[in-house]
């Protein structure tokens, strides 16, 4: 027992043995260890059995007490490293899988990567795109009789064919457990860098086609779930208390095609964005505040959307192939549009220009990006939706080649959807 209880002992036992006494005086004397105290006749034998019982059941709780502290510690010691490995790997995020306003991570570097088979199927989509973009540039060929692009152009199908049966092979790997997390990113590594030499290749046989079509008949693609793939518009928005976006989008990323455009300004990275993220529906921001669109379009087809927006109390109109689809208001009420902003397709900044995460980044086709300082009506959404000739072009941002950089493997090639609805 420890000693402060040993010395304790006998002052509790002379009480024992006082009960049923007049008036007492207790004296505390020193007693030897090895001395059984309850032994010493007393007038109260009965308080002395149960001064002795408590004393083991205090020596019981003292051992039992020893024993959790213990198992505690190694539990804290445990939890503390675990926490340190998750401070270290990411910041804190806000509800809804936003990051919380504040000093933003800087994610531009590695970022843990998605499950192989969602990578594969990614890949699998990819090259189908590019047989796709293929077969155009052989028709395009027939037609001007170049038997260097027809050349090139069988060169090119050959490289594909070659990936087809890499990917195949990394499916049956990965099915039979072959491939290990090492060993799986360095065979996604080779691929992916085979498939942006492909893709720039195919896009240098693409711009002979350019001189032909009017400068806003081409699309953005993003193949890969990635943090560095993205276009940026190189004109910023004005300040705005109303505005107008569209455009057309094609997509099956799941869950959650990611973010078609983010718009950030100094101090505030959500002043304008687009973003379907997880498995939340699809949600416009300003300012940082959110209203949820009814947009069903991650179907593998091209849909057209709009979404209009006024200061005033904050009203907002969703369309989607032309058709109203959902109203509400207070988003953001009597905030205009920020000046002097980074307007980036295909990514959500955290930071001013960057901070990219690839877990948000869009995945799909994109075109005919066009903003306007005014509501549109519901006549001109439909124009628009339609591909009428009557359609107008933003005033603000206009969808046209020379407005676009693009970066990272993204890639431009002609738009289709307009000339299979005329």
């Given at each position: 027992?420890?000693?402060?209880?040993?010395?304790?002992?006998?002052?509790?036992?002379a009480?024992?043995?006082?009960?049923?006494?007049?008036?007492?005086?207790?004296?505390?004397?020193?007693?030897?260890?090895d001395?059984?105290m309850?032994?010493?006749?007393?007038?109260?034998?009965?308080?002395?059995?149960e001064?002795?019982?408590t004393?083991?059941?205090?020596?019981?709780?003292?051992?039992?007490?020893?024993?959790?502290?213990?198992?505690?510690?190694?539990?804290?010691?445990?939890?503390?490293?675990?926490?340190?490995?998750?401070e270290?790997?990411?910041?804190?995020?806000?509800?809804?899988?936003?990051?919380?306003?504040?000093?933003?991570?800087n994610?531009?570097?590695?970022?843990?990567r998605?499950?192989?088979?969602?990578?594969?199927?990614?890949l699998?989509?990819?090259?189908?795109?590019?047989?796709?973009?293929?077969?155009?540039?052989?028709?395009?060929?027939?037609?001007n009789?170049?038997?260097?692009?027809?050349?090139?152009?069988?060169?090119l199908?050959?490289?594909?064919?070659?990936?087809?049966?890499?990917?195949l092979?990394?499916?049956n790997?990965?099915?039979?457990?072959?491939?290990?997390?090492?060993n799986?990113?360095?065979?996604?590594?080779?691929?992916?860098?085979?498939l942006?030499?492909?893709?720039?290749?195919?896009?240098d046989?693409?711009?002979?086609?350019?001189?032909?079509?009017?400068?806003?008949?081409?699309?953005?693609?993003?193949?890969?779930?990635?943090?560095?793939?993205?276009?940026?518009?190189?004109?910023?928005?004005?300040?705005?208390?109303?505005?107008?976006?569209?455009?057309?989008?094609?997509?099956?990323?799941?869950?959650?095609?990611?973010?078609?455009?983010?718009?950030?300004?100094?101090?505030?990275?959500?002043?304008?964005?687009?973003?379907?993220?997880?498995?939340?529906?699809?949600?416009?921001?300003?300012?940082?505040?959110?209203?949820?669109?009814?947009?069903?379009?991650?179907?593998?087809?091209?849909?057209?959307?709009?979404?209009?927006?006024?200061?005033?109390?904050g009203?907002?109109?969703?369309?989607?192939?032309g058709?109203?689809?959902?109203?509400?208001?207070?988003?953001?009420?009597?905030?205009?549009i920020?000046?002097?902003?980074?307007?980036?397709?295909?990514?959500?900044?955290?930071?001013?220009?960057?901070?990219?995460?690839?877990?948000?980044a869009?995945v799909?086709?994109?075109?005919?990006?066009?903003?306007?300082?005014r509501?549109?009506?519901?006549?001109?959404?439909?124009?628009?939706?339609?591909?009428?000739?009557?359609?107008?072009?933003?005033?603000?941002?206009?969808?046209?080649?020379?407005?676009?950089?693009?970066?990272g493997?993204?890639?431009?090639w002609?738009?289709?959807?307009?000339?299979?609805?005329n």
């Amino acid at each position: 027992l420890p000693r402060s209880l040993l010395l304790l002992l006998p002052l509790l036992l002379a009480r024992g043995c006082a009960q049923g006494l007049g008036q007492t005086r207790f004296i505390c004397t020193s007693v030897p260890v090895d001395v059984d105290m309850c032994a010493a006749p007393t007038q109260g034998g009965g308080a002395a059995e149960e001064l002795r019982g408590t004393v083991l059941q205090l020596r019981e709780t003292v051992l039992q007490q020893k024993e959790t502290i213990l198992r505690h510690q190694d539990t804290i010691r445990e939890l503390t490293a675990k926490l340190g490995r998750c401070e270290s790997q990411s910041a804190a995020e806000a509800p809804g899988g936003r990051r919380q306003p504040g000093p933003a991570k800087n994610t531009m570097g590695d970022l843990s990567r998605p499950p192989a088979a969602e990578t594969l199927s990614q890949l699998g989509q990819t090259l189908q795109a590019l047989k796709t973009r293929l077969e155009n540039l052989e028709h395009f060929s027939r037609l001007n009789a170049s038997g260097q692009g027809s050349n090139l152009k069988d060169i090119l199908q050959n490289k594909i064919d070659d990936l087809e049966k890499q990917v195949l092979s990394r499916v049956n790997s990965l099915e039979e457990g072959k491939f290990g997390p090492r060993n799986e990113s360095e065979e996604r590594g080779k691929i992916e860098s085979t498939l942006t030499s492909l893709h720039q290749r195919i896009s240098d046989l693409e711009k002979g086609q350019k001189d032909n079509r009017p400068t806003d008949r081409f699309q953005l693609t993003f193949p890969l779930r990635t943090n560095y793939m993205y276009a940026k518009v190189k004109k910023s928005l004005p300040e705005m208390y109303a505005f107008s976006v569209c455009m057309w989008m094609k997509s099956s990323a799941s869950p959650g095609m990611g973010t078609p455009f983010s718009y950030a300004v100094p101090g505030q990275a959500n002043e304008l964005v687009l973003i379907e993220w997880g498995n939340n529906p699809m949600e416009i921001l300003i300012n940082d505040k959110v209203a949820k669109l009814p947009f069903v379009i991650n179907d593998g087809k091209w849909h057209h959307i709009c979404v209009t927006w006024t200061t005033r109390d904050g009203v907002w109109e969703a369309y989607q192939d032309g058709t109203q689809a959902g109203s509400g208001e207070n988003l953001a009420p009597y905030h205009p549009i920020k000046p002097q902003g980074v307007l980036v397709l295909g990514q959500e900044q955290d930071t001013l220009g960057g901070g990219f995460d690839a877990t948000q980044a869009f995945v799909g086709e994109l075109a005919h990006f066009n903003v306007w300082d005014r509501k549109l009506s519901p006549g001109e959404v439909y124009a628009l939706a339609t591909c009428s000739s009557k359609a107008l072009a933003g005033n603000v941002i206009a969808w046209a080649e020379g407005n676009i950089d693009v970066y990272g493997g993204a890639t431009k090639w002609t738009f289709e959807a307009c000339r299979q609805l005329n």
